[in-house]
């Protein structure tokens, strides 16, 4: 409507529509600089990409060389397999599990961090060490701890008196997901914390000043300037902890392998298991074309959060 | 946020004599503040300290009861044992430390050689094919390793690059390489582009202006993009399994695992190789935690 408006009261210029080559053309320096990121990046993802669409059409038996053309059968056999469910239950526990308890640890170590109090930064130094750790030497350090009879955990536990055997945290079926759980909020919980530290730090101070002349205390504070401020900030991130988490393959495979009989099992480890360990690539592959759609539904939100920031900036460029 | 003049007010309060309720308010909340955070502290530092501990405990010492934090009996043996050449367990401590090294440092400085350019086309050029190029860096950052392992795996072996440091370098260029993009991108967002356009009017080429006026601006941000990679190609697992099995080409993480499975109970070695794999990224990491930090954040805080 706005733009017939306009016609009629002062014909605007409109700019010469080039084709696409001539535009490719024009901006050619461009791929000059894009060029190589590209060319690596269609070698080692795109080509993958189309490979496992394509592999999870076949069949592939072990101890053989053929691909045997079986149309959608790994996908019907992975939706009626009976392990489909326990696998995704895990997963969701693995997930929304360590996304909820690291969330709450790092916002809380943020909130604790950033006042200006003496020693803070020695504090914050220390509580960032488990995210730069390494996921292979934190999986074999939580083992030692949750070793059920020479582990820290066990024997503290029982040495102060609140238990009177050893706890069985990666052998008890029940027990395994939420140990892994918690060593994946350990490992997590400074990355939120890091990121919340920033969105706070970005916060003009001004607005707790007025908020102070009208009377406000620090729970008000907390509500009506922290939260909505940090708003951005936690939404980025919690999308980055839910992919992270729902990707993350190395602690789990490390500390428990998917076992005691499956009871660890999450969909990244089961990619590999069936994959890798069991050779059946068409099967595995079929699992990783549902990860890439359930993946896409959290990419969309991840990309369109990351833009909307971006818009926003050139908003105020402008 | 009100701690400091609080604080401030409390000094004062303190040097007459006599504690008021405001006082007392504050010092009750410094109280609460140091103690919740020693909590978090120890939940973040007690493992380190038990796997330092067990590192310098002699072997036996392991499976005695009862266990404790100090060792009667520290020793440095079970760091000898594990790094030297000449032990069943310390073969080929130093090979791996090597491949780490070699392969870590030269993903980093390749991602951020080749990121760089393309981040500066994504920040400041417009070009037919540019969203859709950058959504799929984007993109890429949510997809595990994973599942792309099996296709890469066929695909090294058709190239001829399993087991070879260019192999590993290149698939660990799948993860590096989209993260430096982004990371960089956002350091060449924040400078303004008048710095080229008066550069191009001194008659520098276009190139020309990115290579001398940008890129040094962006030191920091090429270093903590690097740092980045480093730390994540350093710490990588998966791919250095399955595309770099070789004895002679296992990453550190790697060769732990296989220290694992053939010492199973050596809890004391297993320990000391988690200590001196984790120097290097700690110690990086505590020099460079600035760059680091605005690395992780920029993103995100950038809006």
Not at chain 1, 138 to 144: P, T, V
Not at chain 1, 250 to 275: D, H, K, L, N, R
Not at chain 2, 252 to 278: C, H, K, R, Y
Request: charged content about 10%; overall charge positive; hydrophobic content about 50%.
């Amino acid at each position: 409507m706005a733009n017939i408006r306009a016609e009629l009261v002062a014909p605007l210029p409109v700019p010469k529509q080039r084709s696409l080559a001539q535009q490719i053309v024009k901006n050619r320096h461009a791929y000059f600089y894009v060029g190589p990121a590209l060319l690596i990046m269609a070698l080692v993802l795109l080509y993958p990409l189309i490979y496992t669409i394509i592999l999870s059409l076949f069949d592939t038996p072990a101890r053989s060389p053929d691909y045997i053309f079986v149309g959608l059968d790994n996908y019907v056999e992975l939706f009626n397999h009976q392990l489909f469910g326990l696998v995704l239950r895990n997963t969701v526990s693995w997930t929304i599990g360590g996304t909820v308890s690291s969330f709450i640890l790092g916002l809380a170590a943020a909130l604790l961090v950033n006042n200006r109090v003496p020693f803070m930064g020695v504090f914050k130094a220390l509580l960032i060490i488990p995210y730069v750790i390494g996921h292979v030497t934190a999986a074999y350090l939580w083992r030692w701890l949750m070793h059920p009879d020479l582990g820290f955990i066990s024997v503290f536990a029982q040495q102060i008196g609140v238990i009177d055997g050893p706890i069985p945290f990666l052998q008890d079926g029940d027990m395994v997901m939420w140990s892994l759980v918690l060593v994946n909020t350990w490992k997590t919980f400074p990355f939120v914390m890091i990121m919340m530290l920033a969105g706070l730090q970005a916060i003009p101070q001004d607005l707790y000043k007025a908020a102070r002349v009208d009377g406000a205390n620090a729970l008000q504070q907390f509500i009506e300037i922290t939260v909505p401020q940090l708003m951005p900030v936690i939404l980025v991130t919690t999308v980055l902890t839910v992919i992270g988490n729902f990707n993350s393959f190395t602690i789990p495979w490390v500390m428990t392998g998917g076992g005691p009989a499956s009871q660890s099992e999450i969909i990244i480890t089961w990619i590999y298991a069936t994959g890798i360990r069991n050779l059946r690539y068409g099967f595995s592959s079929a699992i990783s074309v549902v990860l890439f759609m359930i993946l896409s539904v959290f990419s969309y939100y991840y990309v369109r959060t990351l833009t909307r920031g971006s818009d926003r900036s050139a908003e105020f460029e402008g | 946020m009100s701690a400091v003049s609080q604080s401030s007010h409390a000094s004062v309060q303190r040097a007459s004599g006599r504690l008021s309720a405001r006082t007392r308010r504050s010092i009750v909340r410094l109280t609460i503040i140091y103690v919740c955070t020693t909590i978090l502290a120890l939940f973040a530092a007690l493992p380190m300290v038990w796997m330092f501990s067990t590192a310098v405990k002699p072997r036996a010492e392991v499976f005695r009861e009862p266990t404790t934090i100090i060792p009667s009996n520290a020793t440095w043996d079970n760091f000898i044992r594990v790094v030297q050449p000449t032990s069943t367990s310390g073969r080929y401590f130093g090979t791996y430390f090597l491949n780490s090294t070699i392969v870590s440092v030269s993903s980093a400085f390749l991602s951020v050689v080749v990121a760089a350019p393309a981040a500066y086309a994504f920040s400041r050029f417009r070009f037919p094919g540019k969203s859709p190029a950058y959504f799929a860096v984007l993109a890429r950052n949510m997809f595990p390793l994973i599942v792309f392992l099996v296709p890469l795996f066929s695909l090294m072996t058709s190239l001829r690059l399993t087991n070879t440091y260019p192999g590993l370098i290149l698939a660990y260029l799948t993860f590096t390489l989209p993260l430096s993009i982004w990371l960089l991108k956002g350091f060449f967002d924040a400078i303004p582009p008048e710095l080229e356009r008066a550069a191009r009017i001194d008659g520098c080429t276009r190139f020309g202006a990115f290579i001398r006026v940008i890129l040094p601006l962006t030191t920091p941000g090429l270093a903590a993009t690097a740092i980045y990679s480093f730390i994540q190609a350093w710490n990588e697992f998966p791919y250095a399994l399955n595309l770099a099995y070789s004895t002679q080409m296992r990453t550190l993480p790697v060769g732990m695992t296989f220290f694992f499975s053939e010492n199973q109970s050596d809890w004391t070695g297993l320990m000391a190789t988690a200590v001196i794999i984790s120097i290097p990224v700690v110690i990086i990491f505590m020099i460079l935690q600035r760059y680091f930090i605005s690395a992780l954040t920029q993103g995100a805080v950038k809006a």
